[in-house]
């Protein structure tokens, strides 16, 4: 039977991984191990040489749930390290509470527990739904009915080394609302964060919401803009490879 492990960053009793979680158990057995508490952009926090709490307990219908209080790669860490007994056969991350696109993917908790699985050579998908307010599992049910056949293909084609894919799902009401499917490259993110000042030194990064480029033809953004299910495959290696050959003209010298 395919093992499946579910995790997210809004937290192991958060709607969306109970959506997710239901959703995977018609492709295969399910665990969670997700955050004791909301970890939302925390990115690719990795605790190390501090002790990570953990709680044992079940969401939805006795779904067996490991509730790490660390971040989200700290959950898939933990997992793979030893903490559960068999290595699952991919990591689904999500549903997040909000898009993951463009930039977002390296502030995305969602985002970096797959990136995490990749590390340990677990196929990983991260899951996104695009609407902020999305507060109760009937608004997650599209989005992770969008998710069973694409864990199929992935289960059955496997992915290329620290490879994952981002999925970004527009927010309808059905399935047949939606346009169809994008594979999508990332876009670019403008960000609307404020810097507001609390009593003595205490400040806040707040803001509207991030806004972008939705008319750049085959980004995410364009994608989810347009009605379309986004994926985006994303790779670990941050290089910028068409910069090398500029950086070597420097003719840098120690």
């Not at 998710?147 to 047949?176: A, M, R, W, Y």
């Not at 707040?206 to 985006?232: C, F, K, R």
Request: glycine fraction near 8%; charge should be negative.
């Amino acid at each position: 039977m395919t093992s499946i492990m579910v995790t997210n960053d809004d937290g192991y009793d958060a709607p969306g991984i109970l959506a997710l979680a239901e959703a995977m158990q018609t492709v295969g057995d399910v665990q969670v191990a997700a955050p004791g508490t909301n970890q939302s952009a925390s990115g690719h926090k990795k605790t190390l040489f501090q002790d990570i709490d953990y709680d044992i307990t079940s969401i939805g219908n006795d779904i067996p749930t490991l509730a790490v209080y660390g971040s989200p790669a700290d959950c898939i860490a933990v997992a793979a390290l030893g903490l559960i007994e068999e290595t699952p056969d991919i990591v689904v991350s999500g549903i997040n509470r909000g898009e993951n696109m463009a930039q977002d993917l390296t502030y995305s908790g969602t985002v970096t527990a797959a990136l995490e699985a990749s590390i340990h050579g677990i196929p990983a998908i991260a899951v996104s739904l695009a609407n902020r307010n999305a507060n109760n599992v009937e608004d997650y049910r599209v989005a992770a009915q969008v998710t069973i056949p694409i864990v199929k293909k992935i289960l059955k084609h496997g992915l290329p080394p620290f490879t994952i894919v981002s999925i970004n799902v527009p927010d309808v009401e059905t399935v047949d609302d939606l346009k169809g499917i994008r594979m999508t490259r990332q876009g670019v993110r403008t960000y609307l964060d404020v810097l507001t000042r609390s009593a003595g030194t205490s400040v806040r990064i707040e803001g509207e919401p991030p806004a972008g480029n939705v008319d750049e033809l085959g980004t995410d953004l364009w994608a989810v803009n347009q009605g379309y299910v986004s994926i985006t495959p994303v790779h670990l290696d941050m290089t910028a490879h068409r910069f090398m050959a500029d950086l070597e003209s420097w003719d840098i010298q120690i």
